[in-house]
C-alpha cells in the first residue's frame, strides 16, 4: 500500500508562487509514475502535471505550461510542484497520485493511489 502526504498549499496574491510537496511511502517509489491534479469548486478533477520514474518524461496541461514545474527526488520519496505566475484560476485543492506500474498520463483512472489533498488559494 502506498500512502501520500501533500504539502505546502496556503493562500497567495496573483503573480506569487508555491511549492507543493508530496512525501510518499512505498518501497518502490523510484519506479512509479507521479502527478498532479486539481480540482476547484463545482468542477471536475483536473490533469495538472506528471513526471515519470526517471524524472524524464514531464508532461503538463496546457493551462500550466510555462507556468508549473514538477520534479521528483526518488532519495526523498517526494515530488514537488513549483508553481509560479499563478492566477486566480489556479485556486483548487491539489492532489498528488501515483501509477504503481508506471505508464500513467493524464487520465485519473490510470493512477492507483492519491493524496487527501492541499489547498492552494490565489486571491486577485
Known amino acids: 500500500q502506498v500512502q501520500l502526504v501533500e504539502s505546502g498549499g496556503g493562500l497567495v496574491p496573483a503573480g506569487g508562487s508555491l511549492r507543493l510537496s508530496c512525501a510518499a511511502s512505498g518501497r518502490t517509489f523510484s519506479s512509479y509514475v507521479m502527478g498532479w491534479f486539481r480540482q476547484a469548486p463545482g468542477k471536475e478533477r483536473e490533469f495538472v502535471a506528471r513526471i515519470r520514474w526517471s524524472g524524464s518524461g514531464t508532461y503538463y496541461a496546457d493551462s500550466v505550461k510555462g507556468r508549473f514545474t514538477i520534479s521528483r527526488d526518488n532519495a526523498k520519496n517526494t515530488v514537488y510542484l513549483q508553481m509560479n505566475s499563478l492566477k486566480p484560476e489556479d485556486t483548487a485543492v491539489y492532489y498528488c497520485?501515483?501509477?504503481?506500474?508506471?505508464?500513467?498520463?493524464?487520465?485519473?483512472?490510470?493512477?492507483?493511489?492519491w493524496g487527501q489533498g492541499t489547498q492552494v488559494t490565489v486571491s486577485s
Open positions: 497520485a501515483a501509477d504503481e506500474r508506471g505508464w500513467a498520463t493524464r487520465r485519473i483512472y490510470e493512477y492507483d493511489y
